[in-house]
């Protein structure tokens, strides 16, 4: 099951809980062909090549990372990003740290369930490797949970410190590169065993083993 929720500062509620819709207006897409790892077995998606040729020029050059890969932290995923009706573009996306927060980094948001609810902070660093902008984006990215389910990320609307920016800069051209924090709310508690970036297009989650600092 998945689950994630919404972070306002002085909002009357508290966040819900809802379970994590695939599909959103960013998806990422991953072609296992093009996977340096052993994919025998897995299904080559027929769209998977033309994306990647439309994606840029040098797409089909780039090594892209299958489904099912295990990263260690700090290790990237190279995979192909797609917003919108655009081409999808080439995007390494690498986890630096899991860390734990405290229920009173929450407490000037106004979350009614701020006591009952453990934060985590999850730093993560994109580079754009294709020759689409795309600024604005989110990247789907999860927690696993001690107990098997799986989080995503909760947006936050305002600046919460620790964990100030979870979405890319509203211009992210070729090249560039941006440190992030996405923040995931789980019940209190909770611990995290894993980072999964997941699409409809992956077999399997690409995911990073965390190791959380607290």
Known sequence: MRHTGAMRRSSTSGPSSRRWAVGAVLVVLAATGCSSGDDAG??????APSAAASASPSAARVSLTGGGAELELGAPATVLLRRGDQDPGIVDVSVGSVTRGRTADLTDFGVADA?????WYVAVKATNRGTSDLGGASLPLAVLD????????????????????GT???????EATADLCLLFLLPEGGTTTSVELT????????????????
């Open 42 to 47: 897995d299904p080559a998606p027929s769209a």
């Open 115 to 119: 006591e009952t609810s453990q934060p």
């Open 146 to 165: 001690a107990e098997g389910e799986t989080w995503g990320a909760t947006p936050v609307v305002g600046t919460l410190r620790q964990c100030p920016s």
């Open 168 to 174: 890319l800069p509203a211009t992210f051209a070729p």
């Open 199 to 214: 699409s409809p297009s992956l077999s399997e989650p690409i995911s990073w083993a965390a190791a959380p600092a607290s």
